[in-house]
């Protein structure tokens, strides 16, 4: 097992590696640099321009400013926004816990549905309960994450009144931040103030829901589609006929036998649904005014704060990196066939 | 009495207007100590025969039958819930391909455990002593060791006798060995098949051995059902159905072996294949297939009628023939 996780952390080496080459390049590609941002529609003295450039470093060869970066990176150092001068690290974990919040709470969403609906729609084939999961999921992967948001607000918050159309808590509280996650801070508030704190839990998940499934719409739909399929194959299989010859309840037969081999390739996919859950968490921020790192990104991009930028990806990057690490190990802890391969 | 009595079964696939017997109107019965062997060509009906009487076709199809009682139990109108208190229990079965038959993610210990867990409630140190000694039975060597192996460490044998392993766990009363040596190396179909046999004796078991190696149930079987197309077409005593061979597919059967032809440039064989879904004939299933058929075969399907060693489908008997 020790040598299986050390092969796999190797693999990451490149990865990483690739990761700050492209995010180094893309965001130089787009035209106009932070200062002719900065400026603006007002005209630019060429030579107060290169001035500028000169001091934050951009005037050197690409390879160099590269290695630069790179350097400072090896130090464990993210560097100041171009902008803010806050340190990139500073701002990275001051709005990350929102982001984390919210996605911890759509990928649960996604599985614990998407796990029951394609395990129920696989026993069931051909019902209609099969048929209409099935649809459903296409409608939900096929729905703009934004499409989706509005239409949840329209209905949800607006129409029915149950949620509240934005942020992460009502403005009322003040909730002292303690870990960063709302609902455990509001917990923690309520829990040890509850004068002036009562209901704050209640309503930081109030602010939770419609977020989380407009987020986690798409990898739920991915992972109840991938769940049946999977479920109907392994059913198929010689030892799950074994397992009902030895006379096991049905509940045994499909919740041992068959999902534990049916998981196997699920678990991939919820790895790589952590992806698709970064990028769809830039657009549900946005509409739903949640203060994470999607937004910041956004802002980041549109000034060409190039540290902010770069280093921002790498930490999400870098997280998705990590996700899809432990998976491999879950993977290797489910799956004996690749743990003891060579 | 029998310890399995299975009178007129069929199992119906398809739609219910036009339904495919893939077993039809078959009799069988075993006593207890008793090896039977049964064989057919691929696609006869032998495994849906054995499928559809432990209860495992899963609504895949229907089942008809006048009579299947398993040791004084009905099995038609048991539910589900009580028919999994025998199966696994008093009735077991080992399939044909022991590298898929194991579920890969659990080690065969856990496998062969959770048997005796569920049909007996053992557990802790007495669950895992039987375990291994169910392992030494069937030859393991190491066994204590090889519990916490997984089925893709073991070979094709090994995890055959594994299977074995979790097949008697619990003593069954009726043993059901579906090809159980095809997918193996010969040297280690001969090893499973003694076996095989050396355990039924011990255990005073009723086997039923399904197979299309003749070679092998003219060693051990003592009782033979021919099946061919859905149906019983012979039944008799070993040796006799060797010596004696009433139907003509029974005949066939026989000199296709190879140890039969000797000396012959060609095997002995029926030409055509088992009729399908489609092409069932009106007369007799043989009919277009067999050497000796008469216009009586064409026109209707013979019964099976027992005779002075067993039964036979066939308007023609080949002993009646060398009357003549």
């Not at chain 1, 080459?21 to 400026?39: A, H, K, N, Q, S």
């Not at chain 1, 069931?124 to 649809?135: A, E, I, P, Q, T």
């Not at chain 2, 299977?163 to 280690?188: H, Q």
Request: aromatic letters at 6%; a neutral charge.
């Amino acid at each position: 097992m020790f040598s299986f996780i050390l092969r796999r952390l190797w693999l990451l080496v490149p990865s990483i590696l690739g990761i700050t080459l492209l995010t180094f390049g893309l965001i130089r590609m787009i035209p106009g640099d932070p200062v002719e941002v900065m400026v603006g529609e007002r005209t630019l003295d060429p030579a107060l321009h290169a001035a500028a450039l000169h001091r934050l470093g951009l005037d050197k060869p690409l390879y160099l400013q590269y290695l630069d970066y790179a350097g400072s990176l090896l130090h464990g150092n993210l560097g100041q926004s171009l902008v803010t001068r806050v340190n990139v690290w500073d701002e990275f974990t001051t709005l990350f816990p929102a982001t984390l919040e919210l996605a911890i709470s759509a990928m649960l969403f996604a599985v614990v549905v998407g796990l029951l609906a394609g395990v129920v729609a696989a026993i069931k084939r051909g019902s209609l309960f099969d048929h209409g999961v099935m649809g459903l999921s296409l409608t939900g992967f096929s729905m703009p994450i934004f499409w989706l948001g509005l239409l949840l607000i329209m209905l949800f918050s607006v129409r029915l009144g149950w949620t509240p159309v934005s942020g992460r808590i009502d403005l009322a509280f003040d909730i002292p931040v303690r870990t960063g996650l709302m609902t455990v801070d509001a917990w923690l508030a309520e829990h040890n103030d509850p004068a002036n704190f009562a209901g704050a839990f209640k309503d930081a998940l109030a602010h939770l829901i419609l977020p989380s499934i407009a987020l986690g719409t798409i990898p739920m739909a991915v992972i109840a589609r991938m769940t049946r399929s999977s479920m109907l194959e392994v059913l198929r299989e010689d030892y799950v006929r074994t397992a009902r010859a030895k006379g096991l309840s049905p509940a045994r037969v499909i919740f041992i036998h068959t999902l534990r081999n049916a998981l196997i390739p699920v678990l991939t996919v919820v790895g790589l649904q952590v992806g698709t859950l970064m990028g769809g968490a830039v657009l549900t921020e946005t509409i739903f005014s949640w203060p994470g790192i999607g937004k910041w990104l956004i802002d980041a991009i549109q000034r060409r704060d190039y540290p902010v930028v770069q280093n921002g990806i790498l930490m999400v990057a870098l997280l998705v990196i990590l996700v899809n690490f432990i998976v491999d190990i879950l993977y290797g802890i489910a799956n004996p066939r690749i743990r003891h391969a060579k | 009495m029998s310890l399995l009595e299975i009178n007129n079964l069929s199992v119906l696939f398809g739609a219910e207007a036009h339904p495919f017997a893939a077993v039809e109107g078959l009799d069988l019965s075993v006593s207890q100590g008793e090896i039977v062997g049964i064989v057919g060509e691929s696609g006869s009906g032998k495994s849906v025969t054995m499928m559809a009487m432990m209860g495992l076709l899963e609504g895949q199809g229907r089942i008809v039958a006048d009579k299947l009682r398993f040791d004084g139990k009905d099995l038609l109108t048991l539910s589900a819930r009580e028919r999994r208190k025998i199966i696994g229990k008093d009735i077991s079965m080992i399939f044909q391909d022991p590298m898929t038959a194991l579920n890969p993610s659990f080690t065969v210990g856990y496998q062969i455990m959770e048997v005796l867990k569920v049909h007996q409630g053992l557990s802790g140190s007495a669950l895992k002593k039987r375990a291994i000694e169910l392992m030494e039975m069937v030859e393991i060597p190491a066994a204590a060791t090889r519990l916490d192996a997984y089925p893709h460490q073991l070979s094709g044998g090994m995890s055959q006798r594994v299977a074995i392993a979790m097949a008697i766990a619990c003593n069954p009363k009726l043993l059901i060995a579906d090809e159980p040596t095809t997918a193996l190396d010969v040297t280690i179909q001969a090893q499973i098949m003694s076996l095989l046999v050396n355990l039924q004796k011990s255990h005073d078991m009723a086997l039923i051995l399904i197979t299309h190696d003749l070679a092998v149930v003219a060693e051990v079987a003592h009782r033979l059902a021919v099946m061919y197309a859905g149906q019983v077409v012979e039944q008799g005593a070993i040796p006799d159905i060797f010596r004696k061979p009433q139907h003509p597919y029974t005949e066939a059967l026989l000199s296709s072996i190879p140890e039969h032809s000797k000396g012959a440039r060609r095997l002995n064989t029926l030409p055509g294949i088992v009729p399908g879904h489609y092409d069932r004939p009106s007369g007799c299933l043989l009919s277009p297939r067999c050497p000796y058929v008469a216009d009586r075969c064409r026109a209707e399907r013979p019964a099976l009628l027992p005779n002075a060693a067993g039964a036979v489908r066939c308007y023609f008997p080949l002993s009646a023939k060398d009357a003549q």
